[in-house]
């Protein structure tokens, strides 16, 4: 069974009237690829729950009104005196934004919209200033003792006996993230501006009573994700591995959903993140490719199926500047080559979830992005042409179109991100090469077979250099190598045969005839 449609059968067990499926982000900088997948995961499930006439809802919020705790490198001069203000009450980069938060968040949404999420976007300023989080506040301040007792017994660590579950905003310096409560009367708290309470920031020594609610102060992330359960009737939210750690974000918040809050939790688990040689990416650090980087290069059901296709619960090692690209294409192509056989099927259901608009009529030839990258790169290919032979008839609209598409993804992924083994160049001359005498010997059979016929389809004559391997029993690896280094320098290449019938014969026999 699909991994999605086994997360359906566990989230329906709960038996909800109704299904919210919330998420959440800190937009505190430029928002990586890799945290599509937390909100693919939950578009998924949102669509799987749709599809069996559920009653549900997707929310997709911005923690906006979290502190500025982190920069990225090339902010730091400029951005350095907002630490430990809300990052929605921080300019933004750029004029034309609301503020910090929304500059990054503006983009990102366009993103995952463009992707099909389809996710009703909150913002955690608004509620808090709203009111949408007062009673959650005062049920917290209420049971601050309680909630001190649920972090020492979930996570080992703690709080201090003086520590309450809430930060008020400076009226002084603006400041959130420097702030201590010192006590609670039910309706105002006391309240030091610290200096030294945190390593990131320094508070201004501001110290007076103020109200806790409508958005004069703001829960901490563990006790505000119980709220927002208790406050919304949340029924799903997953989150990064890390937040699901025993004694970590959402056991705690459990607890508090629980004993404080008196409300079933919501169900979740921790999903893997995605990988860049093997480190995870990081939003405030600019650590990872952007959202917008690799939107520009994939088209939006690639990027989908990027996030679908592997087990939430593995990790996804994503290397734009490697072969993830032309390897994701092949493996969409299987599955969509077996969604039209078996759409229940494993990979049937990846490309199910993939698919913005299932509507939409579906190419019934597709091909190769690899050998598209490399036909780029050879002179006198026709991409069209070698597809209609490689397909055995003439190309439906839709599977021009394709082609088209996948033309100019591979040109952005050359000129970008592909590595050294995707590119090469004809050589004017032969390169110095030593071969043995098996490597003369095939290809002076290459010669003979090139000058037998005046043109060479690429299919034909590739069949035919298989052939020959065959015939002189040599290693494939040792046969092509010789046919690269003679033309491109290189041990390895693109698909042999139509890498030569794409070159002026002339040329080819000359160089054939220059290997001694």
């Not at 200096?195 to 320094?202: D, F, K, P, S, Y």
């Amino acid at each position: 069974m699909f991994w999605v449609d086994e997360t359906i059968q566990e989230i329906i067990k709960r038996g909800d009237k109704k299904y919210l499926i919330t998420d959440y982000k800190t937009p505190s900088g430029k928002i990586h690829v890799g945290s599509l997948r937390g909100v693919v995961i939950h578009d998924v499930i949102w669509r799987g729950l749709q599809e069996i006439d559920r009653e549900t809802e997707y929310w997709y919020g911005f923690d906006d009104f979290d502190p500025m705790d982190g920069l990225p490198e090339k902010l730091k001069d400029k951005f350095i005196k907002y630490m430990g203000i809300p990052l929605c009450n921080i300019p933004a980069p750029e004029p034309g934004y609301a503020n910090f938060a929304r500059y990054f968040a503006d983009s990102f949404v366009k993103i995952f919209q463009s992707i099909g999420a389809k996710a009703k976007i909150i913002w955690a300023s608004e509620l808090y200033k709203t009111g949408a989080y007062n009673k959650s506040i005062k049920i917290v301040l209420d049971n601050a003792e309680k909630i001190r007792e649920i972090y020492k017994e979930v996570s080992g660590g703690g709080k201090p006996t003086d520590w309450y579950p809430l930060q008020v905003v400076c009226p002084k310096c603006g400041k959130i993230g420097t702030t201590k409560i010192n006590g609670w009367d039910g309706k105002e708290v006391d309240f030091k501006c610290e200096e030294n309470l945190i390593e990131w920031a320094r508070g201004c020594g501001y110290k007076g009573k103020i109200s806790p609610f409508d958005g004069n102060g703001k829960m901490p992330y563990k006790v505000e994700t119980a709220a927002k359960w208790f406050e919304f009737g949340t029924s799903v939210e997953l989150a990064g591995k890390d937040h699901y750690t025993k004694g970590g974000t959402f056991y705690i918040a459990r607890a508090i959903a629980e004993e404080v809050f008196k409300i079933k939790p919501a169900y979740g688990y921790g999903y893997e993140w995605l990988l860049v040689g093997g480190k995870a990416m990081h939003t405030s650090k600019g650590v990872g490719n952007s959202a917008e980087e690799i939107a520009a290069i994939l088209p939006p059901e690639l990027l989908r199926f990027l996030m679908v296709r592997t087990r939430a619960k593995r990790a996804i090692e994503f290397d734009v500047n490697g072969d993830t690209i032309p390897l994701l294409y092949d493996e969409y192509d299987r599955c969509a080559a077996d969604y039209g056989k078996d759409q229940k099927s494993d990979t049937g259901r990846a490309f199910y979830f993939s698919e913005i608009d299932l509507k939409k009529e579906q190419p019934k030839y597709l091909l190769r992005f690899s050998k598209i990258a490399y036909m780029l790169q050879m002179p006198r290919s026709d991409i069209f042409e070698y597809a209609k032979e490689e397909k055995g008839s003439e190309l439906s609209e839709i599977e021009k179109e394709e082609i088209k598409n996948r033309i100019d993804i591979a040109k952005k992924w050359l000129e970008k991100f592909a590595p050294g083994n995707y590119k090469f160049t004809i050589l004017d001359k032969l390169p110095k090469v030593e071969l043995s005498d098996q490597q003369k010997e095939f290809i002076k059979k290459i010669l003979e077979l090139f000058e037998s016929k005046e043109k060479w389809t690429g299919e034909d004559l590739h069949k035919e250099i298989h052939n020959i391997k065959k015939e002189i029993n040599i290693d494939p690896r040792e046969a092509f190598a010789a046919i690269y280094q003679i033309f491109i320098g290189k041990d390895s290449g693109p698909q042999a045969g139509w890498l030569l019938a794409s070159l002026e014969k002339d040329f080819v026999t000359r160089r054939l005839r220059e290997v001694e």
